[in-house]
Structure formats: structure tokens, C-alpha cells
T-cell receptor, first 114, second 112 residues
Framework: DTGVSQDPRHKITKRGQNVTFRCDPI?????LYWYRQTLGQGPEFLTY????????KSRLLSDRFSAERPKGSFSTLEIQRTEQGDSAMYLC????????????FGPGTRLTVL | AQSVAQPEDQVNVAEGNPLTVKCTYS??????LFWYVQYPNRGLQFLLK??????LVKGSYGFEAEFNKSQTSFHLKKPSALVSDSALYFC??????????FGTGTRLQVTL
């Protein structure tokens, strides 16, 4: 399968724990995006990378959130000291360099914070 | 603020009938508009996009959308609905910042 992959698909954690998600983009795509989707809402932008450079971060990305793309390939999103409000679907997407190019989404990681 | 709006939370249509899912936009500059579909517990699947050119855009699974500049709309359409089209549909736009801004979604329910 050559699409965007995310791991894990589901994560249940207790409040206060740290969690890390991984995204592997389509191999020739140099842009990678993270979005968060809560129940009944559309996805909201969190951050994006072009190659290894993080070019934009949303105000939604509090200081408990950090994202990396160290070699310009896969990316990780870490949430420290999770809160119940962090429960959501975390979606990753990738695209080529052009801003209007289509973003292709992975299946998402569903986080539940107890 | 630049945005897209989906005025209907849910659209119900009988199988075989035409369907329309509405989207309006409020964007300065050139609007770059997209439609995505989401099945339960899945990521988003790209259907089609309008960047420039013909106002009628054809996409995947028999869907099409009409860009209307005077009405600032980008409605999704299909001539004959299938039960398997039942899903959550999102309209979105992107500007020079590249990030997608999504509408609130419209649930399409197709019944026999």
C-alpha cells in the first residue's frame, strides 16, 4: 500500500500520560500535515512540515504538543501530560510541494484520554 | 476570516435520485476548493477539487461539483445516489498557507 499510514490506529491512555503518534507519508511527498478532528466537527489544522522544516503551527498546538519530522520522511506528534480534552482523532496528510496540490489523508489515530 | 460553510447538517435522499450537498465560501483572492468524504472511523478520501478552469469539476465515484463565483458556492452533486454513498462529506479550501480549512460537514444518508 502506497498511501499515508498512521500508527497506532487507536490509543487509550490515562490523564497525565505522554503519547506519541507516527505518520508515514506517501514516499514522494515532501509536505506533511497534522490535523485534529473532534466528534461531529471538521478537521482542524495543527501544523505542517515541508521536508524537515516545520513551517506553521496553529494556536491549537499548545506547549504540550510537539511535532517532528527529523529526516523529512516520517513524522511524530507527541502530546505530553494528556488531558481529557485531547481526546480526538489525529489525522495526518501529505502532499507535493505545490500549495494547491491535493492532500491525501491517512486513516487517523483515535486518542481516548480517561 | 476565510471560511467555507455547509448549511445542512444532514441530507437524505433515496437511492437512484440525484443528490446535492451544499457548500458556500468566503475567501479573499482565488478560492481553491476541495471535497472530501469520510466513512465511519476512517480518514478522509479526496473526491475532487477546483483550482482554476472549467466551473464543472468531475471527481471520483461519479461525483461532480459546480463552482459558481457569483453565488460563492461549490455544491457537490451526483446524478444517481447509491446507498454506499452514505457518509460524512466535507468541503474545504486552501490558500497560500497550504493548510486546509474545513466546513462542519454534511452527513449524507441514502436510503432504499
Amino acid at each position: 500500500d502506497t498511501g499515508v499510514s498512521q500508527d497506532p490506529r487507536h490509543k487509550i491512555t490515562k490523564r497525565g500520560q505522554n503519547v506519541t503518534f507516527r505518520c508515514d507519508p506517501i514516499s514522494e511527498h515532501n509536505r506533511l500535515y497534522w490535523y485534529r478532528q473532534t466528534l461531529g466537527q471538521g478537521p482542524e489544522f495543527l501544523t505542517y512540515f515541508q521536508n524537515e522544516a516545520q513551517l506553521e503551527k496553529s494556536r491549537l498546538l499548545s506547549d504540550r504538543f510537539s511535532a517532528e519530522r527529523p529526516k523529512g520522511s516520517f513524522s511524530t506528534l507527541e502530546i505530553q501530560r494528556t488531558e481529557q480534552g485531547d481526546s480526538a482523532m489525529y489525522l495526518c496528510a501529505s502532499s507535493t510541494k505545490q500549495g494547491t496540490d491535493t492532500q491525501y489523508f491517512g486513516p487517523g489515530t483515535r486518542l481516548t484520554v480517561l | 476570516a476565510q471560511s467555507v460553510a455547509q448549511p445542512e447538517d444532514q441530507v437524505n435522499v433515496a437511492e437512484g435520485n440525484p443528490l446535492t450537498v451544499k457548500c458556500t465560501y468566503s475567501v479573499s483572492g482565488n478560492p481553491y476548493l476541495f471535497w472530501y468524504v469520510q466513512y465511519p472511523n476512517r480518514g478522509l478520501q479526496f473526491l475532487l477539487k477546483y483550482i482554476t478552469g472549467d466551473n464543472l469539476v468531475k471527481g471520483s465515484y461519479g461525483f461532480e461539483a459546480e463552482f459558481n463565483k457569483s453565488q460563492t458556492s461549490f455544491h457537490l452533486k451526483k446524478p444517481s445516489a447509491l446507498v454506499s454513498d452514505s457518509a460524512l462529506y466535507f468541503c474545504a479550501h486552501t490558500g497560500t498557507a497550504s493548510k486546509l480549512t474545513f466546513g462542519t460537514g454534511t452527513r449524507l444518508q441514502v436510503t432504499l
